[in-house]
Nanobody, 127 residues
Framework: QVQLIESGGGLVQIGDSLRLSCTMP??????????MGWFRQAPGTEREFVAS????????YNDDFVKGRFTISRDNSRQSVYLQMNLLKPEDTAVYYC??????????????????WGQGTQVTVSS
């Protein structure tokens, strides 16, 4: 069952950019009541936190690898959250998942706090 809908993944070269989008179905969920986040999972690794943004715009990044390259944003009027990824590296290759946390002011990085998930969009960065 698809709860959130991601798009924007693809095959790019090192240094390229991608913009991922995620939409919460209108009228089914109240987007403004959720913190929205992005996670990623590469083959053979655990799913890891990338970034999140609360309902009122507080942003949290995984500083282990983002280091200014990624920007998360949301448009409440369109019930969408975005992840702008620049200067992509091969190690960014992963399935990227959008997720929603019903605690709308939460800055948690724990995936167990996110109750709604998309099916993921593949990002592949070639070297």
């Amino acid at each position: 069952q698809v709860q959130l809908i991601e798009s924007g993944g693809g095959l790019v070269q090192i240094g390229d950019s991608l913009r991922l989008s995620c939409t919460m179905p209108k009228l089914v969920f109240v987007f403004n009541f959720y913190t929205m986040g992005w996670f990623r999972q590469a083959p053979g690794t655990e799913r890891e936190f990338v970034a999140s943004i609360t309902s009122n715009g507080t942003i949290t990044y995984n500083d282990d690898f983002v280091k200014g390259r990624f920007t998360i944003s949301r448009d409440n009027s369109r019930q969408s959250v975005y992840l702008q990824m620049n200067l992509l590296k091969p190690e960014d290759t992963a399935v990227y998942y959008c997720a929603a946390n019903p605690k709308m002011y939460s800055t948690s990085k724990d995936r167990s706090d996110f109750t709604h998930w998309g099916q993921g969009t593949q990002v592949t960065v070639s070297s």
